[in-house]
C-alpha cells in the first residue's frame, strides 16, 4: 500500500491507472483516505522529520523555520469553491502555504484557493506551528509578510528582502531554503498541478511526497568514522 501510494505520487497517475503489479486501485485509495482522515500521515511524515534532523546532529525540535507560499494550476476537477486567481502570479488554482525548518523539511502545509493572501493564511499557519512546534521562536519571511502579521505573529518574524538594484536570479539568505524545498515538491508529478478534489487530500499529498524525500535519506548509508 505504501509503494502504491509512494508510486502515484511520484509519477503521477490517475488512481484507477494504478499499475496491476500493486493492490485494487480502490483498496489503495482507502488506505489514502483512512490515513488522512486520521492524521496518520502526517505523524508518520513528523517521525521521519524528527529522525533526519537527529542523524543530521539537531535537536528534534526545531527553533526556527522560513514560511513562504507556491501557486499552482488546479485541474478541473478541482471545485470553484476552493480555488481561486492569484493575480501576482496569473494563475487560477490552489495555493500552498508551508513552513519549513532550516534544513528544508516540513513543519506545516496549509492549501487555500490562490487569491487567499499570503498574510492572512499566515496568520492561521504560525499559530498552528507554534502550538506544535513550541520551541519554533524565529521564522524567515518575503517581503510579502510584512505589515499587521509581524505585531500579530507568535514568533519573531525577520523578513528577509530583495534589493531594488538586484537583477535576475540572486540567492537570498534563508529564503532559498524554502525554494528548495518547492523545487523537491516539483519533482513529484503529482505536484506539479492540483489534481485533488479536496483541500484535506492536497494537504496529504504534499506530506506524502516529502516522506519519500526523507526516507531515502535515512536509507542513505552513513559515512563511516575514522
Given at each position: 500500500m505504501?509503494?502504491a501510494?509512494?508510486?502515484?505520487?511520484d509519477?503521477?497517475?490517475?488512481?484507477?491507472?494504478?499499475?496491476a503489479?500493486?493492490?485494487?486501485?480502490d483498496?489503495v485509495?482507502?488506505?489514502?483516505?483512512?490515513?488522512?482522515?486520521?492524521?496518520?500521515v502526517?505523524e508518520?511524515?513528523?517521525?521521519?522529520?524528527?529522525?533526519?534532523?537527529?542523524?543530521?546532529?539537531?535537536?528534534?525540535e526545531p527553533g526556527?523555520g522560513?514560511i513562504?507560499?507556491?501557486?499552482?494550476?488546479?485541474?478541473?476537477?478541482?471545485g470553484?469553491?476552493?480555488?481561486?486567481?492569484?493575480?501576482?502570479?496569473?494563475?487560477?488554482g490552489?495555493?500552498?502555504?508551508?513552513?519549513?525548518?532550516?534544513l528544508g523539511l516540513?513543519?506545516?502545509v496549509m492549501?487555500t484557493a490562490?487569491?487567499?493572501?499570503?498574510r492572512?493564511a499566515?496568520?492561521?499557519?504560525?499559530?498552528?506551528?507554534?502550538?506544535?512546534?513550541?520551541l519554533?521562536?524565529?521564522?524567515?519571511?518575503?517581503?510579502?509578510?510584512?505589515?499587521?502579521?509581524?505585531?500579530?505573529?507568535?514568533?519573531a518574524?525577520?523578513?528577509?528582502k530583495?534589493?531594488n538594484?538586484?537583477?535576475?536570479f540572486v540567492?537570498?539568505p534563508?529564503?532559498?531554503?524554502?525554494?528548495?524545498?518547492?523545487?523537491?515538491l516539483?519533482?513529484s508529478?503529482?505536484?506539479?498541478?492540483d489534481?485533488?478534489?479536496s483541500?484535506?487530500?492536497?494537504?496529504?499529498?504534499?506530506?506524502?511526497?516529502?516522506?519519500m524525500?526523507m526516507?531515502?535519506?535515512?536509507?542513505?548509508?552513513r559515512?563511516s568514522?575514522?
Amino acid at each position: 500500500m505504501l509503494d502504491a501510494i509512494r508510486y502515484l505520487v511520484d509519477n503521477g497517475t490517475k488512481w484507477r491507472a494504478m499499475p496491476a503489479d500493486f493492490p485494487p486501485w480502490d483498496r489503495v485509495y482507502a488506505f489514502f483516505r483512512r490515513w488522512r482522515n486520521h492524521d496518520l500521515v502526517r505523524e508518520f511524515h513528523d517521525r521521519l522529520r524528527r529522525l533526519v534532523r537527529e542523524r543530521a546532529g539537531r535537536d528534534s525540535e526545531p527553533g526556527a523555520g522560513v514560511i513562504d507560499s507556491q501557486s499552482v494550476k488546479a485541474d478541473e476537477v478541482v471545485g470553484s469553491d476552493s480555488r481561486g486567481f492569484d493575480g501576482g502570479k496569473l494563475i487560477n488554482g490552489r495555493k500552498r502555504h508551508v513552513v519549513v525548518d532550516t534544513l528544508g523539511l516540513l513543519l506545516a502545509v496549509m492549501v487555500t484557493a490562490a487569491d487567499v493572501g499570503d498574510r492572512a493564511a499566515a496568520q492561521v499557519l504560525l499559530t498552528q506551528v507554534t502550538a506544535a512546534h513550541h520551541l519554533l521562536a524565529l521564522v524567515w519571511a518575503d517581503g510579502g509578510y510584512t505589515g499587521s502579521l509581524v505585531e500579530y505573529c507568535l514568533a519573531a518574524l525577520a523578513i528577509v528582502k530583495r534589493g531594488n538594484d538586484m537583477r535576475g536570479f540572486v540567492v537570498l539568505p534563508k529564503r532559498w531554503i524554502v525554494e528548495r524545498f518547492f523545487a523537491h515538491l516539483m519533482r513529484s508529478r503529482r505536484l506539479v498541478r492540483d489534481f485533488e478534489r479536496s483541500i484535506a487530500s492536497a494537504e496529504a499529498m504534499v506530506y506524502w511526497s516529502m516522506t519519500m524525500l526523507m526516507t531515502r535519506r535515512v536509507a542513505r548509508p552513513r559515512p563511516s568514522r575514522a
